[in-house]
């Protein structure tokens, strides 16, 4: 042992945030909060969008420096300042909002900061290719090491993010909303891995959303409401109403109250629409055929990866078709803009919001007037109302319970995860469109704001708008929608009604082992 140096102490706990506060411009992220992770546990962390969560895990991965208290590993307080000191202390970390080089290959992204070199600086990547594809498969978390980030799905981009925590052989893995955008069966793998990790001693920190997730596979639950610590329990002594209510501090339905549809006029018509693929030669869309009818839900399921995303692409603007017509309003819209398919009457929550739905480095009030700050409500004579634009925003604040800690001039960027879906959310349906494109809608959102998004889009649907839902959840596409179709491989294979459908069947129809001529 080194000077200077403390004996070690013997302790129960990997790791030890005691009495944790840190403040930010307007708000207090973390007041007071103290959290003991054991060794070998997997403890979720549990609480509503903005309640300090991801603020909590980034001061224990060395993000950010807490104005009061200490952290403690081993039972010996450590400091803390950067990354690299939470890597050198054995702390790994996968972020909600991944941290990727989007220029650069899945294997260099996985190796970056660690790269295996050797005499004379080179680079040995193959020994990296072999570690990585054996823990790929060792895992179950497929991925093309040579594909770039900027090709490949958000799944893709989360398994890469886990697999690059992995092949650092760290010890305690802090999983920051890790199944957001993973599919049903994904969930159920990654479940299985931190079962297996934790069975191999690692300690690991999980904070989700999903309450049925923590009751599957957490040892214990601490949880968070507006920075304040409200208790932890053993999660096998516990509910999930019990739960909800420490979380949001009421009760929450869990299921949708909606009356039957009563579909009208046909808003969006798709004929025979083909998109081309980014990641191989196939397309990823091939000679699909479907409408919305005005007054209903309808709800794109499958297994991520098979064409849904390219899918709302070509339906919003984002891509272009290689054939095929698509109709708004009886009107074609095939080569049409984006900014005229949002006069048109069409609103798009995207499925990756930092890519395709904020500014980040804008205000929040400048991210709320997006698509139409040029109308005549923001803008006069070339110049932005600022007072108006000031009150719209103040007004979707409280409508939506957007919360961020300099209200409407908050930056995108530094409001949680919940919050940044909250305010697209918001923008997209006070549009009041005639056709809402929601891809992954309340994807990052705690039960409290899924029930309020769920509420919203029956809403819409009532006041006779047209729906397209694209979802992974098996739950929400059962509970929210009027009519099922199933995506595999670039097809819709199969035309569902939730009422009478099962899981098991739906499953069949994902995975391609049961298909419909439509």
Do not use: W
């Not at 030669?281 to 409408?291: I, L």
């Amino acid at each position: 042992m080194e000077k200077g140096q403390k004996a070690p102490v013997q302790s129960e706990y990997a790791v030890e945030m005691l009495h944790i506060t840190k403040r930010f411009p307007g708000i207090v992220a973390n007041d007071d909060i103290t959290l003991q992770l054991r060794k070998g546990e997997i403890h979720a962390l549990l609480g509503e969008n903005g309640a300090g969560k991801s603020t909590l895990m980034s001061v224990l991965f060395g993000l950010y420096q807490p104005e009061e208290g200490i952290i403690k590993k081993d039972g010996a307080e450590v400091k803390i300042s950067d990354p690299n000191d939470a890597n050198a202390l054995g702390i790994g970390m996968v972020h909600q909002h991944f941290k990727l080089v989007e220029c650069f290959t899945v294997l260099d992204n996985i190796i970056l900061g660690v790269e295996p070199v050797g005499k004379m600086g080179v680079l040995h990547k193959a020994e990296a290719r072999r570690r990585v594809l054996e823990l790929s498969k060792k895992y179950g978390l497929q991925i093309d090491p040579d594909a770039k980030i900027s090709d490949i799905t958000v799944g893709m981009q989360q398994r890469t993010e886990i697999l690059k925590m992995l092949y650092r052989n760290n010890e305690i893995l802090i999983f920051d909303e890790p199944t957001a955008v993973l599919t049903p069966q994904e969930i159920d793998e990654l479940m299985q891995i931190m079962r297996s990790l934790a069975a191999e001693g690692k300690s690991i920190l999980f904070i989700s959303h999903k309450l049925a997730e923590i009751m599957a596979v957490s040892d214990r639950c601490s949880v968070l409401r507006k920075g304040k610590y409200i208790g932890t329990v053993n999660t096998k002594d516990t509910t999930v109403e019990e739960l909800s209510a420490m979380m949001v501090g009421r009760n929450v339905n869990f299921h949708v109250e909606k009356k039957p549809a009563e579909p009208g006029k046909v808003i969006l018509k798709v004929e025979n629409m083909t998109v081309a693929s980014k990641m191989h030669k196939n397309n990823a869309v091939r000679n699909v055929s479907f409408d919305v009818r005005a007054g209903e839900i309808v709800c794109i399921a499958g297994i991520d990866g098979n064409g849904q995303t390219e899918l709302v692409y070509g339906i919003t603007g984002l891509e272009p078709l290689v054939a095929g017509k698509i109709e708004l309003l009886g009107q074609d819209i095939t080569r049409q803009p984006i900014r005229k398919r949002s006069i048109m009457g069409m609103s798009h929550i995207p499925e990756d919001r930092h890519k395709h739905g904020l500014v980040l480095d804008y205000t929040l009030e400048d991210d709320l007037i997006l698509q139409s700050y040029f109308e005549s409500d923001f803008t006069k004579a070339g110049f932005l109302r600022r007072k108006n634009i000031r009150a719209y925003a103040n007004k979707l604040i409280d409508e939506y319970d957007i919360r961020s800690g300099q209200g409407p001039v908050t930056m995108a960027r530094s409001m949680s995860g919940g919050n940044q879906q909250k305010a697209i959310v918001a923008r997209e349906i006070d549009k009041e469109p005639s056709l809402l494109v929601a891809v992954q809608p309340t994807r990052g959102l705690d039960v409290g704001a899924i029930e309020n998004i769920h509420k919203q889009i029956v809403a819409q649907r009532d006041a006779g708008k047209a729906v397209l839902l694209v979802s992974l959840e098996m739950d929400e596409v059962l509970d929210v929608s009027d009519r099922i179709l199933v995506m595999y491989e670039g097809e819709i294979v199969g035309q569902l009604d939730p009422k009478t459908t099962t899981p098991e069947e739906m499953g069949l129809y994902m995975a391609g082992a049961k298909r419909e001529e439509m």
